[in-house]
């Protein structure tokens, strides 16, 4: 197995993550903030593919698939290209509203599957994509980043639908 056959196998794994979050949740569940300022599932996965999207897309050079296939409009989020929910307010976090979770969950699998698309065409992994940093930033490493950040967020999904909920994921 090649490093590329390793990205892929851990991008696949990302929507099922999604999945356990959103599976039978109601809207006030989605929307819920912990403590009336944490980050709500919504947001959450909302970000995580916001954040694949965007960095892939800066990647690959292509277009985001937020763009490209008119997620904001399909989820009712008024949200541009370069905004990825970081750096948002709690009154920012609490104003994405989502009317469909299965259509977030779409949008996250639709960024997923570009990133899975972009990795089985080998990209050279260990070219220099960002100079910013000390050392600098291979593709590889981003890519991993990339990754790990969405498996991040979505844990954290998991984690607020058990505080907000009597929810379980059954480990």
Same mark, same amino acid.
């Given at each position: 197995?090649?490093?590329?056959?390793?990205?892929?196998?851990?991008?696949?794994?990302?929507?099922?993550?999604?999945?356990?979050?959103?599976?039978?949740?109601?809207?006030?569940?989605?929307?819920?903030?912990?403590?009336?300022?944490?980050?709500?599932?919504?947001?959450?996965?909302?970000?995580?593919?916001?954040?694949?999207?965007?960095?892939?897309?800066?990647?690959?050079?292509?277009?985001?698939?937020?763009?490209?296939?008119? %997620?904001?409009?399909?989820?009712?989020?008024?949200?541009?290209?370069?905004?990825?929910?970081?750096?948002?307010?709690?009154?920012?976090?609490?104003?994405?509203?989502?009317?469909?979770?299965?259509?977030?969950?779409?949008?996250?699998?639709?960024?997923?599957?570009?990133?899975?698309?972009?990795?089985?065409?080998?990209?050279?992994?260990?070219?220099?994509?960002?100079?910013? %940093?000390?050392?600098?930033?291979?593709?590889?490493?981003?890519?991993?980043?990339?990754?790990?950040?969405?498996?991040?967020?979505?844990?954290?999904?998991?984690?607020?639908?058990?505080?907000?909920?009597? %929810?379980?994921?059954?480990?």
């Amino acid at each position: 197995m090649d490093a590329s056959q390793i990205l892929i196998e851990a991008a696949g794994r990302i929507p099922g993550a999604a999945q356990q979050a959103l599976s039978g949740i109601d809207s006030q569940t989605l929307h819920a903030q912990p403590a009336g300022r944490g980050n709500s599932i919504a947001w959450l996965v909302w970000h995580a593919a916001r954040q694949l999207d965007s960095q892939l897309a800066a990647l690959s050079g292509d277009d985001q698939v937020w763009v490209r296939d008119d %997620w904001a409009q399909r989820l009712g989020v008024d949200r541009g290209a370069d905004e990825i929910g970081f750096g948002d307010s709690v009154a920012e976090v609490a104003a994405l509203r989502v009317s469909d979770p299965a259509l977030l969950a779409a949008y996250l699998d639709a960024a997923v599957a570009e990133l899975v698309g972009y990795l089985a065409i080998a990209p050279e992994l260990d070219e220099v994509v960002d100079t910013r %940093w000390d050392p600098p930033v291979i593709r590889g490493v981003r890519l991993v980043s990339i990754i790990d950040d969405a498996v991040a967020h979505l844990g954290q999904a998991a984690y607020v639908r058990g505080v907000v909920s009597d %929810w379980s994921i059954g480990y």
